[in-house]
């Protein structure tokens, strides 16, 4: 909006300024709170936005609301100082009044007005008329305040097309700063989400990671060759019967296992990647623990009686 020229624009603005200054004012604070506040920006969000808006839009409703209210008590006021200060001797044309006097006089009416206008002369009279004919023009062209004849009806009064114009203003602010908050918003929200996945994506892999860990170390500590007829009962099938068949085809049980091994057990050390260092224990054993050396020679006969001979025929 233009700065104001005419007197009429300043008015209005110094009238919008009162205004503002009666209904929208604040308390100021106190040194003591100026100093004990943290006074930090707030900052924009789409919520605290949503907020204000609502509450510029309620405090206009209250705010036109009470200054309705106050132009309306400013114009029966208004109408009663018109009233009160229209001089209605001077509504009728005194040439027109005095002949009515003559013609009252002439009649002998008692009740004729007892004022005598025969003294005046035609100057005077001229002069009355022209003070009727100005105060009826005031009256006829000026309206009670607030009104005026740009401006007949409340919807049209320029101080309040100033408030709601400034309201607008300060409504289309809020409006734009909501408009990069949701942008703002829906970045961050994009960014949280990617963040989510990934770190969803990454506990996936974390989880897959310990499963396969854990089957590597279960399958890695199923391969260690046994050290102690205990170790071998909690060894899977498959690993019990290799073990099983490793102790089992001895050529004899009282040679030094640790430098004599028939040429199987050779090969299985190569085929499972054991070494004589890690056999050599349980091969102790087997070799002087009778009941276990038999333990293993009856599931190793077991075993050979459910493979068949592929030399024998079908």
Do not use: C
Request: proline share 6%; charged share 35%; glycine share 2%.
């Amino acid at each position: 909006m233009e700065p104001p020229q005419t007197p009429q624009q300043m008015l209005e603005v110094h009238e919008v300024a009162l205004d503002t200054l009666r209904l929208r004012a604040v308390p100021v604070p106190s040194l003591a709170e100026i100093l004990s506040t943290d006074w930090q920006p707030e900052r924009d969000t789409v919520q605290s936005l949503k907020e204000k808006i609502e509450k510029e839009k309620k405090d206009q409703r209250t705010f036109l609301t009470k200054l309705y209210d106050l132009n309306a008590m400013a114009y029966l006021e208004d109408v009663e100082h018109r009233y009160f200060s229209r001089n209605d001797l001077l509504d009728i044309d005194p040439k027109v009044w005095k002949e009515g006097i003559e013609r009252e006089k002439a009649d002998g009416d008692a009740h004729a007005i007892k004022i005598d206008l025969d003294g005046l002369t035609e100057h005077e009279l001229q002069l009355m008329a022209e003070a009727n004919e100005k105060q009826r023009k005031f009256f006829d062209e000026s309206y009670p305040y607030p009104f005026s004849p740009t401006a007949r009806s409340p919807d049209v009064l320029p101080t309040i097309n100033r408030h709601n114009y400034a309201y607008l203003k300060r409504l289309e602010n809020l409006y734009k700063r909501l408009r990069l908050a949701e942008v703002k918003q829906a970045k961050e929200d994009e960014e949280q989400r990617k963040r989510n996945e990934q770190e969803l994506y990454n506990q996936k892999r974390r989880e897959e990671e310990r499963v396969l860990q854990g089957e590597r170390d279960r399958r890695e500590r199923e391969t260690v060759f046994p050290a102690t007829p205990a170790e071998l009962k909690a060894k899977g099938r498959d690993m019990r019967d290799r073990v099983v068949r490793f102790l089992g085809v001895s050529s004899n049980q009282g040679v030094d296992f640790g430098r004599k091994l028939v040429p199987l057990q050779e090969k299985m050390l190569r085929d499972f990647g054991w070494s004589q260092e890690s056999v050599l224990p349980l091969l102790k054993i087997y070799a002087k623990d009778d009941k276990f050396r038999v333990e293993i020679q009856v599931e190793y006969s077991m075993q050979q009686k459910q493979t068949p001979d592929p030399r024998q025929p079908r």
